[in-house]
């Protein structure tokens, strides 16, 4: 499956963004997927993880209550709804897919449970 994140951008403190994943090649709704994020400096860390069999979606601490994950099948696009943004919001987003269905939020710390990368899209929160 090939993945394309878009939808970042330049935003205010307390402005919402949505984020894009496509997918091409292959029905999202064979897998979990993941959004994660890098800031400059930083590790790449898991932000929200739909387990892709009805399961659950699971978010980092550091986002719950404001980002919201959600799928169309039917567009085989995959949304990041990400409001209340906070200025250490500001990273690289990428989409991730797994084969892989069943996790729980563990997966937000396990990157190698992905196999399909999106190339990520910047999101900078700045006054």
């Known amino acids: 499956v090939q993945l394309q994140a878009s939808g970042g951008g330049l935003v205010q403190p307390g402005g919402s963004l949505r984020l894009s994943c496509a997918a091409n090649g292959s029905p999202l709704d064979l897998y979990a997927i993941g959004w994660f994020r890098q800031a400059p400096g930083k590790e790449r860390e898991g932000v929200s993880f739909?387990?892709?069999?009805?399961?659950?979606?699971y978010y980092a601490d550091s986002v719950k209550g404001r980002f919201t994950m959600s799928r169309d099948n039917a567009k085989n696009t995959v949304y990041l709804q990400m409001n209340a943004l906070k200025s250490e919001d500001t990273a690289v987003y990428y989409c991730?897919?797994?084969?892989?269905?069943?996790?729980?939020?563990?997966?937000?710390?396990?990157?190698?449970?992905?196999?399909?990368w999106g190339q990520g899209t910047l999101v900078t929160v700045s006054s």
């Open positions: 991730a897919a797994s084969g892989t269905l069943g996790w729980n939020a563990l997966a937000l710390k396990t990157i190698g449970l992905f196999d399909w």
């Open positions: 739909d387990s892709g069999d009805n399961r659950g979606t």
